[in-house]
Nanobody, 126 residues
Framework: QVQLRESGGGSVPAGDSLRVSCAAS????????MGWFRQAPGKGREFVAA????????YYADSVKGRFTISRDNSKNTVYLRMNMLKPEDTAVYYC???????????????????WGQGTPVTVSG
């Protein structure tokens, strides 16, 4: 059983940067697809970014493309989300996700991520 724990959320002014991290435990996730979702107040969860097992393929929602970067360090069982040029509309709880499916396109398409973290809040003030 994989446990995911996010950290690094906080409150920042618009235009600033923030990096959130997700540490996995309970199993090695080096062969897993991993990603991030977010949920803004009063809205549903939305896909933000994903990365394949090797880190060589990354995928982004149009709303964050060019501003956010997902990366992973398999030696640390950790995935990161670097968020630059933050906007008030990026305010949300950010959730880390993981799935055994090595083909990240498949799991993005189905949306069936097996493991979810508890989330870390990010607030961007305008």
């Amino acid at each position: 059983q994989v446990q995911l724990r996010e950290s690094g959320g906080g409150s920042v002014p618009a235009g600033d940067s923030l990096r959130v991290s997700c540490a996995a435990s309970g199993s090695t996730v080096s062969s897993y697809s991993m990603g991030w979702f977010r949920q803004a107040p009063g809205k549903g969860r939305e896909f933000v970014a994903a990365i394949n097992w090797s880190g060589q393929s990354t995928y982004y929602a149009d709303s964050v493309k060019g501003r956010f970067t997902i990366s992973r360090d398999n030696s640390k069982n950790t995935v990161y989300l670097r968020m630059n040029m933050l906007k008030p509309e990026d305010t949300a709880v950010y959730y880390c996700v993981a799935d055994r499916e090595p083909d990240t396109v498949v799991v993005i398409t189905t949306g069936l991520w097996s493991y979810w973290g508890q989330g870390t809040p990010v607030t961007v003030s305008g």
